[in-house]
Protein backbone atom coordinates (compact mmCIF):
# COMPACT_ATOMS: atom_id res chain seq x y z
CA UNK A 1 0.00 0.00 0.00
CA UNK A 2 1.43 3.87 -0.50
CA UNK A 3 1.78 5.75 1.75
CA UNK A 4 -0.04 9.19 1.94
CA UNK A 5 1.37 12.28 1.07
CA UNK A 6 0.61 15.14 2.97
CA UNK A 7 1.89 18.61 1.61
CA UNK A 8 3.12 21.53 3.71
CA UNK A 9 1.96 19.59 7.49
CA UNK A 10 4.31 21.90 9.10
CA UNK A 11 1.76 25.41 8.11
CA UNK A 12 -1.58 26.89 9.63
CA UNK A 13 -5.27 25.21 8.04
CA UNK A 14 -5.54 28.29 6.29
CA UNK A 15 -2.07 28.90 4.93
CA UNK A 16 -1.79 25.40 3.53
CA UNK A 17 -5.16 25.36 1.91
CA UNK A 18 -3.53 28.69 -0.09
CA UNK A 19 -0.59 27.05 -0.43
CA UNK A 20 -1.88 23.68 -2.11
CA UNK A 21 -4.60 25.85 -4.37
CA UNK A 22 -1.93 28.48 -5.27
CA UNK A 23 0.60 25.79 -6.13
CA UNK A 24 -1.27 23.65 -7.75
CA UNK A 25 -4.79 24.39 -8.73
CA UNK A 26 -3.78 28.20 -10.00
CA UNK A 27 -1.26 27.37 -12.81
CA UNK A 28 -3.96 25.79 -15.57
CA UNK A 29 -6.41 28.11 -14.49
CA UNK A 30 -4.18 31.23 -14.78
CA UNK A 31 -3.83 30.52 -18.52
CA UNK A 32 -7.56 30.15 -19.38
CA UNK A 33 -7.74 34.01 -17.68
CA UNK A 34 -8.14 33.42 -14.05
CA UNK A 35 -6.43 35.48 -11.34
CA UNK A 36 -5.95 34.40 -7.35
CA UNK A 37 -7.26 36.73 -4.80
CA UNK A 38 -5.99 35.84 -1.43
CA UNK A 39 -8.80 37.18 1.11
CA UNK A 40 -11.42 35.15 0.20
CA UNK A 41 -9.17 32.66 -1.21
CA UNK A 42 -10.84 32.59 -4.65
CA UNK A 43 -9.48 32.61 -8.18
CA UNK A 44 -11.70 35.42 -10.73
CA UNK A 45 -11.51 35.39 -14.39
CA UNK A 46 -13.77 38.22 -16.08
CA UNK A 47 -15.42 38.00 -19.36
CA UNK A 48 -16.72 41.36 -20.59
CA UNK A 49 -19.04 42.49 -18.26
CA UNK A 50 -19.61 39.03 -16.14
CA UNK A 51 -17.51 37.97 -13.53
CA UNK A 52 -16.80 34.23 -12.79
CA UNK A 53 -15.42 32.81 -9.01
CA UNK A 54 -14.13 30.09 -7.75
CA UNK A 55 -14.13 29.97 -4.42
CA UNK A 56 -12.49 27.99 -1.65
CA UNK A 57 -14.48 28.14 1.34
CA UNK A 58 -12.39 27.16 4.53
CA UNK A 59 -14.30 24.87 7.44
CA UNK A 60 -14.72 27.38 10.89
CA UNK A 61 -13.30 24.09 12.73
CA UNK A 62 -9.60 23.97 10.98
CA UNK A 63 -6.70 22.96 13.54
CA UNK A 64 -3.26 22.12 13.34
CA UNK A 65 -2.89 18.98 11.37
CA UNK A 66 -6.46 17.84 12.67
CA UNK A 67 -8.49 19.35 10.16
CA UNK A 68 -7.26 21.58 7.49
CA UNK A 69 -10.48 21.68 5.06
CA UNK A 70 -12.27 23.13 2.38
CA UNK A 71 -15.16 23.29 0.23
CA UNK A 72 -15.54 24.79 -3.35
CA UNK A 73 -17.86 26.78 -5.13
CA UNK A 74 -18.91 28.70 -8.22
CA UNK A 75 -20.47 32.15 -9.25
CA UNK A 76 -21.38 34.10 -12.13
CA UNK A 77 -21.97 37.94 -11.24
CA UNK A 78 -23.06 41.21 -13.42
CA UNK A 79 -20.92 43.73 -11.51
CA UNK A 80 -22.68 46.41 -12.54
CA UNK A 81 -25.76 45.40 -12.75
CA UNK A 82 -27.03 47.15 -9.33
CA UNK A 83 -26.22 50.48 -10.30
CA UNK A 84 -27.65 49.84 -13.90
CA UNK A 85 -31.04 48.82 -12.53
CA UNK A 86 -30.80 51.83 -10.39
CA UNK A 87 -30.68 54.03 -13.35
CA UNK A 88 -32.48 51.95 -15.82
CA UNK A 89 -35.35 51.52 -13.52
CA UNK A 90 -35.59 53.55 -10.44
CA UNK A 91 -35.52 50.02 -8.45
CA UNK A 92 -32.58 48.97 -6.45
CA UNK A 93 -32.31 45.54 -6.38
CA UNK A 94 -30.28 42.75 -3.65
CA UNK A 95 -27.46 41.45 -5.50
CA UNK A 96 -25.69 41.34 -8.79
CA UNK A 97 -25.61 36.85 -9.24
CA UNK A 98 -26.56 35.43 -12.58
CA UNK A 99 -26.10 31.99 -11.00
CA UNK A 100 -24.07 30.04 -8.70
CA UNK A 101 -23.52 26.17 -7.40
CA UNK A 102 -22.72 26.53 -3.35
CA UNK A 103 -20.84 23.20 -3.50
CA UNK A 104 -18.89 21.88 -6.03
CA UNK A 105 -20.29 18.37 -5.96
CA UNK A 106 -23.44 19.49 -6.91
CA UNK A 107 -22.13 20.09 -10.97
CA UNK A 108 -23.20 17.21 -13.05
CA UNK A 109 -20.66 14.80 -12.91
CA UNK A 110 -18.50 16.09 -10.48
CA UNK A 111 -16.28 13.46 -8.74
CA UNK A 112 -16.45 12.59 -5.20
CA UNK A 113 -14.35 10.71 -3.69
CA UNK A 114 -14.45 11.40 -0.11
CA UNK A 115 -16.89 9.29 1.54
CA UNK A 116 -15.90 9.85 4.77
CA UNK A 117 -16.56 13.76 4.42
CA UNK A 118 -18.25 16.31 2.34
CA UNK A 119 -15.07 18.64 3.07
CA UNK A 120 -11.40 17.79 1.03
CA UNK A 121 -9.25 17.61 4.57
CA UNK A 122 -5.53 17.95 3.55
CA UNK A 123 -5.03 16.93 7.39
CA UNK A 124 -7.19 13.62 6.65
CA UNK A 125 -6.66 12.61 3.10
CA UNK A 126 -3.94 11.87 0.32
CA UNK A 127 -3.11 15.52 -0.46
CA UNK A 128 -2.14 13.95 -4.20
CA UNK A 129 -5.66 12.79 -4.06
CA UNK A 130 -7.06 15.79 -3.42
CA UNK A 131 -5.19 17.65 -6.12
CA UNK A 132 -5.83 15.12 -8.80
CA UNK A 133 -9.96 14.91 -8.26
CA UNK A 134 -9.84 18.87 -7.35
CA UNK A 135 -8.03 19.48 -10.63
CA UNK A 136 -10.04 17.12 -13.14
CA UNK A 137 -13.09 18.16 -11.28
CA UNK A 138 -12.55 21.80 -12.24
CA UNK A 139 -10.86 21.20 -16.09
CA UNK A 140 -13.29 19.23 -16.72
CA UNK A 141 -16.90 19.80 -14.97
CA UNK A 142 -16.23 23.14 -13.24
CA UNK A 143 -15.37 25.03 -16.27
CA UNK A 144 -18.14 23.46 -18.35
CA UNK A 145 -20.17 25.06 -16.19
CA UNK A 146 -18.94 28.85 -15.96
CA UNK A 147 -18.83 28.55 -19.94
CA UNK A 148 -22.58 28.13 -20.01
CA UNK A 149 -23.18 31.68 -18.28
CA UNK A 150 -19.36 32.86 -20.65
CA UNK A 151 -21.76 36.02 -21.69
CA UNK A 152 -25.34 37.39 -22.05
CA UNK A 153 -26.10 35.14 -24.88
CA UNK A 154 -25.38 31.72 -23.32
CA UNK A 155 -26.30 32.85 -20.25
CA UNK A 156 -29.67 33.67 -21.45
CA UNK A 157 -29.64 30.48 -23.74
CA UNK A 158 -28.66 28.31 -20.22
CA UNK A 159 -31.08 29.94 -17.69
CA UNK A 160 -34.00 28.96 -20.71
CA UNK A 161 -32.75 25.57 -20.72
CA UNK A 162 -33.07 25.65 -17.17
CA UNK A 163 -36.65 26.62 -17.43
CA UNK A 164 -35.71 29.52 -14.36
CA UNK A 165 -38.19 31.73 -15.20
CA UNK A 166 -38.05 33.68 -11.94
CA UNK A 167 -34.42 34.60 -13.62
CA UNK A 168 -37.08 36.60 -16.39
CA UNK A 169 -36.10 40.33 -15.63
CA UNK A 170 -32.53 39.48 -15.56
CA UNK A 171 -32.10 37.76 -19.10
CA UNK A 172 -34.60 40.36 -20.16
CA UNK A 173 -31.79 42.74 -19.18
CA UNK A 174 -29.46 40.77 -21.01
CA UNK A 175 -31.14 41.60 -24.11
CA UNK A 176 -31.27 45.54 -24.02
CA UNK A 177 -27.53 45.26 -23.36
CA UNK A 178 -27.27 42.81 -26.69
CA UNK A 179 -30.04 45.51 -28.52
CA UNK A 180 -32.20 42.68 -29.30
CA UNK A 181 -35.78 43.90 -28.69
CA UNK A 182 -37.10 40.87 -30.64
CA UNK A 183 -35.49 38.17 -28.56
CA UNK A 184 -36.80 40.31 -25.27
CA UNK A 185 -40.54 39.81 -26.16
CA UNK A 186 -40.10 36.66 -26.94
CA UNK A 187 -38.62 36.08 -23.19
CA UNK A 188 -41.29 37.73 -22.16
CA UNK A 189 -43.80 35.61 -24.07
CA UNK A 190 -42.12 32.44 -22.64
CA UNK A 191 -42.61 33.73 -19.21
CA UNK A 192 -46.34 34.37 -19.33
CA UNK A 193 -46.63 31.03 -20.94
CA UNK A 194 -45.76 29.53 -17.90
CA UNK A 195 -47.19 32.11 -15.74
CA UNK A 196 -50.42 30.90 -17.99
CA UNK A 197 -49.47 26.97 -17.64
CA UNK A 198 -50.24 27.14 -13.54
CA UNK A 199 -47.04 28.20 -12.21
CA UNK A 200 -46.74 30.86 -9.73
CA UNK A 201 -44.33 33.27 -8.94
CA UNK A 202 -43.73 35.41 -5.58
CA UNK A 203 -45.09 39.26 -6.08
CA UNK A 204 -41.97 40.72 -6.55
CA UNK A 205 -40.62 38.40 -9.72
CA UNK A 206 -44.44 39.20 -11.08
CA UNK A 207 -43.86 43.39 -10.35
CA UNK A 208 -40.49 43.01 -12.38
CA UNK A 209 -41.39 41.37 -15.26
CA UNK A 210 -43.99 44.54 -15.80
CA UNK A 211 -41.85 46.78 -15.62
CA UNK A 212 -39.71 44.79 -18.50
CA UNK A 213 -43.60 44.82 -20.36
CA UNK A 214 -43.85 48.83 -19.89
CA UNK A 215 -39.89 49.45 -20.72
CA UNK A 216 -40.16 47.26 -24.21
CA UNK A 217 -43.69 49.38 -25.17
CA UNK A 218 -41.46 52.04 -25.44
CA UNK A 219 -38.60 50.43 -26.51
CA UNK A 220 -37.62 52.25 -30.06
Known sequence: MLERVFLYADLKPGDRIHKIIEEYIYPD???????????PLSLIRTLGQLEQ???????????GNVTAAFDISFHISFKSYKTWHLEKY?????????ASVKYGRDIPNWSNDFTSSLWYDLAQTDNVKIIDVLKNNINNYGLKYLDSYSDFQTSINTIKEKNLFYQTPLIYDFCVFLNDKKQAAEILTWFDNAKFSGLSFNPDILESVEL?????????
Not at 30 to 35: A, L, T
Not at 90 to 98: D, T
Request: zero cysteines.
Open 53 to 63: TIHFQKNLHNS
Open 29 to 39: LKNKGFKLKKS
Open 212 to 220: RKNNISNWV
Open 90 to 98: NKSIINEAV
